[in-house]
């Protein structure tokens, strides 16, 4: 059986499946292994992000993508791609979120709840959840340690699949971190002119007490599928990379007779 490019890149979270309470009874485990094996949830999307409102300062974001930088998700301008677009003086270049659902390993959570991760790296290949920070409301990634304690799910999409929901509805908003200044030299966002971080308006009143009067727009967050060629790509890249680990491998078992025909000799000369 091919192993899922998810589950690969996944390494150390493959969470699948799925041993619960018996008190969750038989049909709650049916569907969750039904789930676990859908590899439609682990198709790798990006995040577009869309926005109505009409305000002027809205169409920074509108047409925009998420990316993952400085631990937080934020909204920037992309280009065709759709990737985001040239910022030639960053380093590491913005990484563009690119992630898939998955059911988040934690037994105290009871039914467990569907995860989300994304890549945060493409070489090496690394995977982090996604969660909101249950103080600030800050959509944030991090492994599992950092997100174990926040809100980690349930993620989901909508009806028709196009776009990110997260508890049942779609409460995604951006925040202008930068309340209106140009730049910010006293933080690291700040000095690479990062604006619109994504939030999650948890309680549903415009982020009452987190705001603090800086702009605020809702927005979508469209589901963009990776092409197939793009997966076979990344595919490709993560075997190139496991027959290396499996060379390897290789080269401790030719190591060992070599070792154990020396130990022969060794008890020969000794007789
Ligand atoms: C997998 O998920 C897709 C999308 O929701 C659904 O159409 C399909 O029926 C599911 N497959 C299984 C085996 O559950
Ligand atoms: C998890 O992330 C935290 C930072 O949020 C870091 O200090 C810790 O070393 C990481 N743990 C692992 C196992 O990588």
Redesign the pocket.
């Known amino acids: 059986m091919a192993l899922p490019l998810g589950l690969f890149l996944g390494g150390c979270i493959v969470a699948i499946p799925v041993v619960t309470g018996v008190a969750e009874g038989v049909e709650h485990q049916k569907k969750q292994n039904?789930?676990a094996?859908?590899e439609?949830?682990m198709t790798k999307f990006n995040a577009l992000v869309s926005c109505e409102s009409k305000d002027e300062l809205a169409d920074e974001v509108e047409n925009g993508i998420v990316v993952l930088r400085h631990g937080k998700a934020w909204v920037v301008p992309r280009d065709d791609g759709p990737k985001p677009a040239p910022a030639p003086k960053l380093d590491p270049p913005l990484h563009a979120f690119a992630g898939f659902y998955i059911q988040y390993p934690d037994e105290e959570r009871s039914p467990p709840e569907r995860g989300l991760v994304s890549t945060i790296s493409d070489d090496p290949p690394m995977l982090n959840w996604l969660y909101v920070d249950r103080q600030t409301y800050e959509i944030k990634y991090g492994n599992r340690s950092a997100s174990i304690s926040q809100i980690v799910g349930e993620w989901d999409w909508t009806q028709d699949?196009s776009a990110l929901m997260l508890n049942g509805w779609e409460g995604f908003v951006v925040i202008d971190e930068l309340d209106g200044a140009e730049e910010d030299d006293s933080t690291e966002y700040g000095r690479e002119g990062l604006r619109w971080a994504l939030y999650y308006d948890i309680e549903d009143n415009g982020l009452k007490g987190k705001r603090k009067g800086r702009d605020m727009f809702e927005v979508t967050l469209q589901r963009h599928l990776q092409s197939e060629e793009d997966q076979l790509k990344q595919l490709e890249e993560a075997n190139k990379k496991m027959q290396v680990a499996t060379r390897g491998g290789l080269k401790t078992q030719f190591t060992a007779p070599a070792r154990e025909q020396q130990r022969k000799s060794e008890q020969a000369n000794q007789h």
Do not use: F, I, P
């Open positions: 039904a789930e094996a859908n439609t949830r699949e």
